[in-house]
């Protein structure tokens, strides 16, 4: 067994491991971050499994603007703790419901038939790079600019609501 089958294998229980915390968790805040060490540990599977790009668009899109906006809300709002709906709280059996799918994936998948991975296009991370870097510089500058202008907002309405 080589070291990248192990790691793989870790990142796999590790992300298993955080979703099950995530959804069993009591606390919005704890559950926000079992979702980001999740987003994480599947980008860490992404890149094993030589998705270089994947995994970097998994990091910036899903860990650094899912999970902060959900800590956003989390921050805007009164209360950080679930409240059940409608007094029915079955978060185990879900959990439970949801693993057993994932193990029947996952034995449906040890006897397929993939397609050997394909080599590495040596170019495509570099000319992404000098693409955003490059020619779309002023729409990613821009972008930057409106998402450092939420933040301000989002705090200037926390600050003026605690006063």
Same mark, same amino acid.
């Given at each position: 067994?080589?070291?990248? $089958?192990? !790691?793989? #294998?870790?990142?796999?229980?590790?992300?298993?491991?955080?979703?099950?915390? /995530?959804?069993?968790?009591?606390?919005? @805040?704890?559950?926000? =971050?079992? !979702?980001?060490?999740?987003?994480? &540990?599947?980008?860490?599977? +992404?890149?094993?499994? &030589?998705?270089? +790009? =994947?995994?970097?668009?998994?990091? +910036?899109?899903?860990?650094? /603007?899912? =999970?902060?906006?959900?800590?956003? %809300?989390?921050?805007?709002?009164?209360?950080?703790?679930?409240?059940?709906?409608?007094?029915? $709280?079955?978060?185990?059996?879900?959990?439970? @419901?949801?693993?057993?799918?994932? /193990?029947?994936?996952?034995? %449906?998948?040890?006897?397929?038939?993939?397609?050997? #991975?394909? $080599?590495? @296009?040596?170019?495509?991370?570099?000319? *992404?790079?000098? %693409?955003?870097?490059?020619?779309?510089? +002023?729409?990613?500058?821009?972008? /930057?600019?409106?998402? *450092?202008?939420? =933040?301000?907002?989002?705090?200037?309405?926390?600050?003026?609501?605690?006063?």
């Amino acid at each position: 067994m080589m070291a990248s $089958d192990v !790691l793989f #294998v870790v990142f796999g229980v590790i992300a298993a491991a955080c979703a099950l915390y /995530g959804v069993l968790t009591r606390y919005l @805040l704890r559950s926000i =971050v079992a !979702l980001g060490a999740f987003l994480t &540990a599947v980008a860490g599977e +992404f890149y094993l499994l &030589a998705a270089d +790009f =994947v995994a970097m668009v998994q990091i +910036f899109v899903y860990v650094g /603007g899912i =999970v902060v906006l959900m800590l956003f %809300a989390l921050m805007l709002s009164t209360s950080g703790e679930r409240q059940p709906l409608a007094g029915s $709280d079955r978060r185990g059996l879900s959990a439970l @419901l949801a693993y057993a799918l994932g /193990g029947m994936l996952v034995w %449906a998948s040890v006897g397929a038939k993939f397609p050997a #991975v394909l $080599d590495r @296009l040596p170019a495509s991370v570099p000319y *992404l790079g000098r %693409a955003l870097l490059g020619e779309q510089l +002023f729409a990613f500058e821009f972008l /930057g600019v409106i998402l *450092l202008a939420a =933040v301000v907002t989002a705090l200037a309405l926390v600050r003026s609501e605690r006063l």
